[in-house]
């Protein structure tokens, strides 16, 4: 039976509040971006007050306009050594817990983040836990100087480019770029579409996260499954 918004609203929140035991006193914490995100970040909040004592660096406007104003402490990330662990969303994710992110246009900053922190864990319903990745679409951030030119070259790969839009514009994101969402229907082989995408002047980043997530935490009604990478098992 399909699944309602109202379900995975439950599930989304169940894996937020999951992911809770994961955090320390003491510990740096990225914070992600998108709806799921939002459910971790009240979550926390509610434990800061409690006495849980953490600083948190920001992927997005968005999430850090959201965590000072429910009292949670944001850094910049160059103000920090490292991150502890890193929690965040994801558009779609596979079983080798690749993953397809930036369906809400943080996708630059939350690979920086990802990249600087010890652990990442991404927080899903369980309809965001696909076979293979590839029917969400693919979004890429490009630089706007040049960008219908980047847009044509994509066009030629046969990705069948589209750029974001908002309020009838081209979309910027937080670093001042546009975004174009590849509809793909299927990636067989994500790296090297990642690499071939990677390779296109003016591409900055692509929403293909590969090797990345250490722990996905997967919400099934009220409940939660919880799979570690390889990497981790084998570490």
Known sequence: MQKTILDLVIEKKAAA????EFIESGMIVGLGTGSTVKFFIESL??????????KTVSTSNATGALSKS???????????????VTIDGAD????????????????????????????????????KFVKQLGNFPLPVEVVP?????????????GYSPKFRMEDNKNFISDGGHNIIDLKLNKIVYPLKINNELQLIPGVVETGLFLNICDIVIIGRGKECDVIESERLKTD
């Open 17 to 20: 509040d999951k992911a809770i």
């Open 45 to 54: 909040a509610e434990k800061i007050r409690d006495g849980l004592i953490i």
């Open 70 to 84: 429910l009292g949670i402490e944001v850094v910049e990330l160059n103000a920090v050594e490292k991150i502890d």
């Open 92 to 127: 779609e994710v596979d079983s080798q817990l690749n993953g397809i992110k930036g369906g809400g246009g943080a996708l630059l900053y939350e690979k920086i983040v990802s990249s600087a922190s010890q652990k990442n864990i991404w927080i899903i319903d369980s309809s």
């Open 145 to 157: 100087f040049g960008s219908n030119h980047t847009f044509t070259k994509l066009v030629q790969l």
